[in-house]
Nanobody
Framework: VQLVESGGDLVQPGGSLRLSCAAS????????MTWVRQAPGKGLEWVSV????????EYADSVKGRFTISRDLTRNTIYLQLNSLEPEDTAVYYC??????????????WGQGTQVTVSS
C-alpha cells in the first residue's frame, strides 16, 4: 500500500483542519486504518482508528470530542477532521494500516506525513 497524507497547515489555537490520506493498494478496502502523530522530539502517538466498514471508531483521550475520523472507500481515502486545535496538537500526522490501537506490525511503507502547526 502507498499512502499520501495532506491537509496540514499552520493554524491558530481553536482553529480547524481536515487531513486526508489517499491510499493505493488492493487491500485498502479491507484494512482498518489509523492516524498517528509525532510531535517534535517525541515518539509516535496513536490518535484514532477506523475499521474497514467505518463503523468501529476509537480516539485517544487527548483528541476525543475534537477530532473525527472517516473514510471514503470510493476514493480510497481516510480523513481526520481536527477541530478546537491546541498547541499540543502540533505534530506530523501519518496514516497507516491498523492492528487495534496501533500500527500494523511490520508496516514500513510510511508516507511523508503532513505537518500540523498550532500557534498564535
Amino acid at each position: 500500500v502507498q499512502l499520501v497524507e495532506s491537509g496540514g497547515d499552520l493554524v491558530q489555537p481553536g482553529g480547524s483542519l481536515r487531513l486526508s490520506c489517499a491510499a493505493s493498494g488492493s487491500t485498502f478496502s479491507t484494512d482498518a486504518m489509523t492516524w498517528v502523530r509525532q510531535a517534535p522530539g517525541k515518539g509516535l502517538e496513536w490518535v484514532s482508528v477506523i475499521d474497514d466498514s467505518g463503523t468501529l471508531i476509537e480516539y485517544a483521550d487527548s483528541v476525543k470530542g475534537r477530532f473525527t475520523i472517516s473514510r471514503d472507500l470510493t476514493r480510497n481515502t481516510i480523513y481526520l477532521q481536527l477541530n478546537s486545535l491546541e498547541p499540543e496538537d502540533t505534530a506530523v500526522y501519518y496514516c497507516a494500516p491498523s492492528s487495534g490501537r496501533a500500527v500494523r506490525a511490520g508496516f514500513a511503507s510510511w508516507g511523508q506525513g503532513t505537518q500540523v502547526t498550532v500557534s498564535s
